[in-house]
């Protein structure tokens, strides 16, 4: 899925706060992409609205933004948290400042990632998978109403983003996912059909009916349909009520409700609240695997394994049952579905889910949804266990024993449970101030928790990817998903996540990730090094340890605290890590890696000429 905003004729003022009226004297730094007639002196925002946006943006560490792009970031991250069930880097979105085209972010989502590299869809196809695609358009604007010239200035932004011979100027973030949706266009004959497209305009003003700018937007539609790229197009504008519903809905727990007829209540079990075993038909499984804009949750405990595409035998069994004469089969032939649940409201047959996982069934459940929009599969009869408990080791124990069906190695189980659940307390011994961090085990584990900053959370891809770029010095791999890379890095002997790891070298991945985003997102490291993030990582660890290797080392804990500790103490503040970030980025500009050559940073030479560099 392709998010873009339009951000025309942009007006940034310097202030410190949501002001209602900017005066006439106030200093003022006016950035746009054209020149324009008038420039707007107000950025007019109602009490709510300011609130739900300064809480957004102290909590991904920009507050320091002005107030247009605090706007931006706000609608972005919202529009996007809508589609996307996943964590994210807001600043891998946002694409404003000068020649943007208009746009002010992009996110491209397929089959349920979040795409920053042409690679990563690569990788999806090898997996055996067709790919589903989505592209998002959004436009913010901190104006109070709608204009039909600047949705057509909108429409024509797309239009060009699309086009094979653009005619705008694009920058550097542009040209980056434009070369993204070129290549899954290129990729065409791998999609399941054509990519849907949905578009938002986005502004301060409340949506009354307008026939002209209703007109504006159907032919706005009519045109992007007419590049016969995408199979349906939606248009719509938003107001500051609909964004701002919108983002309270993203802090909420994943809860669904189901009409569970067919079921038998298991007997008291010592740790399980209660628990149940039935068959659920395929149209209210829907509602369980699928919110409400048809994308497949993310209630998935087994995030590092992930859905392991149609190309794999097991699965590969199930689509063609269920494709076959006789899809009831599958019935008999499926071991099911297995939810955990943290609480559970049930009145007569109807149940309701709160903040549940699927322990067991990642890859039936992912066959599943992409036919519950297949009316003759409604009453499908699906197997289903239901368990309700807080207790964490009962959890471990449950998936565990019932992930069988698609064979996983001892160190992927690991993976699943006890390494990250014990990772995910080490993380919170660290209770308070700069080293405050929070490892997020499940998928937006931490969004309905108001306390949690968003910049201090660690993804499991972002600690997969911090610590093999420091610890074993992997970084050209990060263009892969994750679960590809790990496949790789164990498949040459090397660990991630195994019994035994000392969690401090974990722990310390995490922060630097950390610090250096949030150097990047106060101007402290030149952007242009972002590119090459995870670069920097390596040459960062290398140079605050010393060149030291400790990587045939990782259990040992006299080692790896001698290490860790004295970085960690670095890391903690932020004028000592600035001056060794820069270290690491002077020492990669000494070494002549070319970070502009996109091809050069993804091979392992890029990674042996900064090593060779950091032996002088």
Known sequence: MLILGLFKGRCTFVTSEFPSEIPRTQNRNYSYTKPLAIIRKKIIMDRMTKILVEELNQSIGQSGKNNADKFENFVNYTITTTNFSKSFDISNINTGGGNDTGI????????????????????????????RVEYIFIQSKTSEGFKTSEIGQFTHGILDFLSEEPTIVRNEEIEKFAEISNFIIQNSAHMLQAPTCKIFYVTLGRVNSDKNIDGRIETGKQDILNTNMFSEVGYKRLGATEICNKY????????????????????????????????????????????????VRNVFDDNVRDFQGTGNPVNKKIDTTLSSQQPDLFSVLNNGVTIVASSLITVSNSFTLKDYQIVNGCQTSNILAQYTDISELKDLSIPLKIIVTENDKVKTQITIATNSQTAIRQDQLSALSNFLRDLEH????????????????????????GTVQKSRITTIQIQIKSFASMFLKEPERVTSFYGVMVKQIQNEGKSIFVDGQRFETYYLSGLAYYRMISLFNKGLIDKKYKKVK??????????????????????????VQAYCNPIIEMLLDENKSERLFKKATKLIDKSGLDIEDKAAIKVKSATETLLNQLKK
Request: contains cysteine.
């Open 248 to 295: 309270r809905k993203t802090k909420d727990a994943i809860t669904s409700t189901i009409n569970f007829v067919s079921k038998v209540t298991l007997p008291s079990i010592d740790g399980v609240d209660e628990a149940y075993i039935g068959i659920l038909p395929l149209s209210e499984f829907k509602k369980i695997v699928k919110d409400n804009n048809g994308k």
């Open 426 to 449: 080490y993380y919170n011994t660290f209770e308070v101030g700069e080293g405050k961090l929070y490892f997020e085990r499940r998928a937006r584990q931490y969004a309905s928790d």
């Open 104 to 131: 002010d972010g992009i996110a491209i989502i397929v089959n349920d990632q979040l795409i920053e590299h042409c690679d990563e869809i690569t990788d999806i196809i090898n997996n055996g998978n067709k790919l």
């Open 534 to 559: 995870f670069f920097v990582l390596m040459v960062f660890n290398a140079i605050a340890g010393k060149n030291k290797d400790i990587s045939n080392h990782l259990n040992s804990k006299k080692i």
